[in-house]
Nanobody
Framework: QVQLVESGGGLVQPGGSLRLSCAVS????????MSWVRQAPGKGREWVSD????????RYADSVKGRFTISRDNAKNTLNLQMNSLKPEDTALYYC?????????????WGQGTQVTVSS
């Protein structure tokens, strides 16, 4: 079955960096767009970024553009998110999902997410 396992979250000060990873199994990873989605406390889920099957095309929400970088390793079935210049408003539970910015909510599975907390 489809499995998505996120890791790499933690507590970081404003302006700091974190690198999230997601290990994927249960489907042919290289055939699908992938996205990162986040959910802040008391808010709905928000699309953050997506990446095309081969990694050539990436898109970002305006709130993270210029600070976050999405990447993938199709040989290792891994999705990554490099987060720089973190802000308190980036605090959220981060998920990797199958799908692009329009279809992420249809992902056949959701992992437990990885918590990112930005605070001094």
């Amino acid at each position: 079955q489809v499995q998505l396992v996120e890791s790499g979250g933690g507590l970081v000060q404003p302006g700091g960096s974190l690198r999230l990873s997601c290990a994927v199994s249960g489907f042919t990873f290289s055939n699908y767009y992938m996205s990162w989605v986040r959910q802040a406390p008391g808010k709905g889920r928000e699309w953050v970024s997506d990446i095309s099957t081969g990694g050539a095309t990436t898109r970002y929400a305006d709130s993270v553009k210029g600070r976050f970088t999405i990447s993938r390793d199709n040989a290792k079935n891994t999705l990554n998110l490099q987060m720089n210049s973190l802000k308190p408003e980036d605090t959220a539970l981060y998920y990797c999902v199958r799908g692009d910015r329009r279809t992420w909510y249809l992902s056949p599975a959701w992992g437990q997410g990885t918590q990112v907390t930005v605070s001094s």
